[in-house]
Structures are given as structure tokens and as C-alpha cells.
């Protein structure tokens, strides 16, 4: 695609001579002749590189005013200042200001479009780098060998090339978030903007200049909107459900179109953004209340994914587990920690109501509050209180006074009901994977937990009976 400048300029003739110029070059260009004019144009599309004029008859902000509007709303534009009358020390003052150049008139042809080249190259360079410094910086890649990942994996791998919306769901904290930064990083539009939309913020008028911009008034000034500034690339809506009844109207209709209409303006401005949308939500829940339009959701779910949580994917949780643990230790500086077997027992036990996000947060925590001087492995006494409270006592080394108390034969049961028990919890109740994990036929198993269990009852029920006799 041709980038597109801005000229911005009072004099006509410039306009006219510079628009001809550029345009038999092939860029598309657009012209204000004043600073009014030149922020409507660039609340309606973010320019590729915006050429001013210094001196700015009849306006009310000359060149450099603007200039430093521009730094505020869009910092990443090259913007190339012009005079015909200009001196060094304006020329150095529009530099410190921000601006990438500054050209004297009349313009020497080839010397121009050469600058215009190296300055869409620069900014092309700085957008790059921008992308690779927040891809470096995040997740890039779901970790877990599970079928339900492997399944994930594959599903990236087929529709992230494509441009078909996505709806993608799943408890709080499960990795939405992720998939989504994947499904855009692998994409023919990895290279362009990825902006992510809280919709819970979106609220009120406030909310639907974020979204679809803001034309200005005498007392607003323009401001383009997230859809624009993700042109180009991808539009996340998080949370989609909690969008208001105005701006799921507006959605809607943009989605029908492909045009919007900033906030105070009639004007239909084009974008090309492909949109994902998370939900933790029953959408058609929210439909049938009346609370989320039918014809928004067919359109937003093209592709539906599931994302379940860790609970129902406890053969994850090692991987996760090392695998934020090798990190935050990096990130931190610190020594580097093994996660101990019983550790992993407990953590594996444990139900995880926050699923990935909370098992992150538990590793830093373990990676802040460990022990400098240890032996650098870390054991269930080390994990957070709340937990190992919620898993079996031999799992988190607790109830051996309780052994201590009983005879061997009634201790060692008391164990093995202990130790199964929390072995089966450990696999999700998959009783294959806990018996070939102990060490036992499956069979055995079975019988062994049977036993167990009748064992129990029957101590359950002398206790009753002695507590009844000495009544």
C-alpha cells in the first residue's frame, strides 16, 4: 500500500506543486490549509508523514504548535517542517522539537523525495522495532504438552494466516490474552499495530471516543480512535461482553460497512482491522437477557475457540511451572530454582481457581520469598500458605503427629489413604496415570483404594459406636 503524507501548508501553490510531486510518485496525499484543517485529516487516518509549513497565516497554532500536538497524539509520524524564509536557529528549534528534517523553499525535487524515502523508512524501522521489542517481551507461545494444547497449537497454526474474526473464551486468567497476541504475531498483519480494547473502560461518551474517535469541538480536540489506530493490523476486544448498548451499535455497524464515524462527525472513515474477541461470559446468556446484540455476536464469532481452564489441564502445570520459574528468576536475578517433587505434588493438587495467571503469581512469589541461602530447590513449605492449605496433609508435609499417634498397622494405612488419595487428586482423577505414576496395575489400584475407603468406614463407624456407649 502507498503511504500517505499530509501537506500542511497555507499557500495554494505549494499545496498544488508538492501534491503533484508526490502524487506522480504514487503516494497518496492529502492537504490542509491550516491547523483546524490539518487536525480533522489526522483525526480521520494517522498519516505516514505530514509535511508543514512553519508560518501558518490565519491559524490559530503555527507549524511548531502543531508539532508538539502531534508529538502528544501521534508520537511515531515523521513530520518534515518547511519555510521559505527559515534560519538556522528555526530549523534547530523545530529539530529539538521533534521533527524529523526541515526543508527550505523552493524544494529541489530529487533531494525531497529522497528525504520522503528515508524518513518512511526510518519510521518503518522504529514501528519494526517496536513489535519485536513488545514480542520479546511477552509470552510468545502456549507452554504445555496436554491434548487440549496441542489442539490450540494446531488451531493457531490454521486460522492465524487468515483475516476471519475470532471469539475466543475461557475462564479468567486461562490465556486468552495469549492466544490472541499469537493468532496476530503469526499473521500476514504480525508486522503492524496490535491494540488491545478494554471494554469494561469503554463507558459513556468517553468510552466511544476511545473506541471510534473523536472529531472535536471548540473545547475537545480531535482524537483518533483505537479502530484507527490499529489500521492495518489487529483490534483485541477484551471482555467483549461488557461493551455498551451504544457502542455495540456502533461496532455492529462498522462491522457491516467496514466505515466509522468518529464521535461529533458524520464523516465515514475507512479502516481495515481484524478483530479478536475474548470472553469469560455466556454470550448467549447476554443475548437471550437482552444485554448483547444477536447480529454483533454472529459477526464477531466467526471462529469460536475454547480455552479451558488449569484445573482441567493439571498435566500442564509442571511445564508452567518451570517454565515461569526459569524466567522470573532471570528477570529478577536471581539463582536459579528447582521445582522439587512434592512441590510439584501440591501444586498439581491444588485447583487453581485464578488457572494460569494465579500459578504466575505464585512463582514470583516463590522466587521473591525464598530463601537466599538454600539449598535452592523449592519445597512445599516454601509455597504459599493458602496453597497448601487446601491440599492433603502429606502433601504438604503435614500430619505426622497425627501418625505419631496411631499403631503401625492403623498409621500405615492412614498413610497409603493419605498418599493415594492425594496421587489421584495430583492426575485429575485418572486413575491409569496415578497407578502407572505409584507403580501399581490399575486393577490393584482400584482394590487397594477400595480397601482403603472400607477401612475407613469401618473406623468411622467403631468411633461412633464407642462415643454412643459412653453416653
Not at 499545496?15 to 483525526?43: F, K, N, P, W
Not at 494444547?149 to 490454521?158: A, G, W
Request: glycine fraction near 8%; charged fraction near 25%; aromatic fraction near 4%.
Amino acid at each position: 500500500m502507498s503511504a500517505d503524507i499530509l501537506i500542511v501548508d497555507d499557500e495554494a501553490d505549494i499545496r498544488m506543486l508538492l501534491s503533484g510531486i508526490l502524487e506522480d510518485e504514487g503516494y497518496r496525499v492529502r492537504t490542509a490549509h491550516g491547523d483546524a484543517e490539518a487536525r480533522r485529516q489526522v483525526g480521520l487516518a494517522r498519516p505516514d508523514l505530514i509535511f508543514q509549513d512553519i508560518w501558518l497565516q490565519g491559524s490559530t497554532a503555527d507549524g511548531i504548535g502543531l508539532l508538539e500536538e502531534y508529538a502528544q497524539n501521534i508520537p511515531n509520524t515523521p513530520v518534515v517542517m518547511m519555510s521559505g524564509h527559515g534560519t538556522i536557529e528555526t530549523a534547530v528549534r523545530a529539530i529539538k522539537q521533534g521533527a524529523y528534517d526541515f526543508v527550505e523553499k523552493p524544494f529541489n525535487t530529487d533531494r525531497l523525495l529522497i528525504l520522503i524515502q528515508r524518513a518512511l523508512e526510518t519510521s518503518a524501522l522504529k514501528a519494526e522495532n517496536a513489535v519485536l521489542r513488545q514480542k520479546a517481551g511477552e509470552d510468545t507461545d502456549l507452554v504445555g504438552g496436554s491434548q487440549v494444547i496441542q489442539t490450540l497449537r494446531q488451531t493457531v497454526d490454521r486460522v492465524a494466516p487468515t483475516n476471519s474474526r475470532l471469539m475466543i473464551s475461557g475462564p479468567p486468567g486461562s490465556g486468552k490474552g495469549l492466544l490472541a497476541r499469537m493468532m496476530h504475531n503469526r499473521s500476514l498483519r504480525g508486522d503492524q499495530p496490535f491494540v488491545e480494547v478494554p471494554c469494561f473502560e469503554l463507558d459513556g461518551e468517553e468510552g466511544v471516543a476511545m473506541l471510534f474517535g473523536d472529531a472535536g469541538t471548540g473545547q475537545r480536540p480531535p482524537m483518533s480512535g483505537m479502530i484507527q489506530q490499529a489500521d492495518g493490523g489487529t483490534l483485541l476486544l477484551d471482555d467483549v461482553g461488557d461493551l455498551s448498548p451504544d457502542a455495540q451499535a456502533r461496532l455492529a455497524r462498522f462491522l457491516h460497512r467496514g466505515t466509522l464515524t468518529q464521535l461529533g462527525s458524520t464523516q465515514e472513515v475507512r479502516a481495515d482491522v481484524r478483530i479478536i474477541s475474548t470472553t469469560n461470559r455466556d454470550l448467549r446468556t447476554l443475548i437471550g437477557e437482552g444485554l448483547f446484540r444477536e447480529d454483533l455476536y454472529y459477526r464477531l464469532n466467526v471462529v469460536e475457540i475454547e480455552v479451558p481452564g488449569l484445573a482441567k489441564r493439571p498435566e500442564d502445570i509442571a511445564e508452567l511451572a518451570r517454565s515461569f520459574l526459569d524466567r522470573l528468576t532471570a528477570d529478577n536475578r536471581k539463582e536459579p530454582l528447582e521445582l522439587g517433587g512434592d512441590a510439584l505434588a501440591v501444586l498439581q493438587a491444588y485447583p487453581w481457581p485464578g488457572n494460569v495467571r494465579q500459578l504466575r503469581n505464585v512463582m514470583e512469589w516463590i522466587v521473591i520469598m525464598a530463601p537466599q541461602d538454600s539449598e535452592r530447590v523449592v519445597r512445599p513449605n516454601m509455597l504459599p500458605p493458602d496453597i497448601t492449605s487446601e491440599g492433603p496433609a502429606v502433601l504438604s508435609g503435614g500430619g505426622v503427629a497425627d501418625l505419631m499417634s496411631l499403631p503401625l498397622r492403623a498409621a500405615r494405612e492412614a498413610f497409603e489413604r493419605q498418599y493415594l488419595d492425594a496421587q489421584v487428586l495430583r492426575f485429575g482423577g485418572n486413575i491409569t496415570r496415578t497407578a502407572k505414576f505409584v507403580g501399581m496395575e490399575r486393577s490393584a489400584l482400584h482394590r487397594k483404594l477400595r480397601a482403603l475407603a472400607q477401612s475407613e468406614d469401618d473406623e468411622a463407624d467403631e468411633t461412633t459406636s464407642e462415643a454412643s456407649e459412653a453416653l
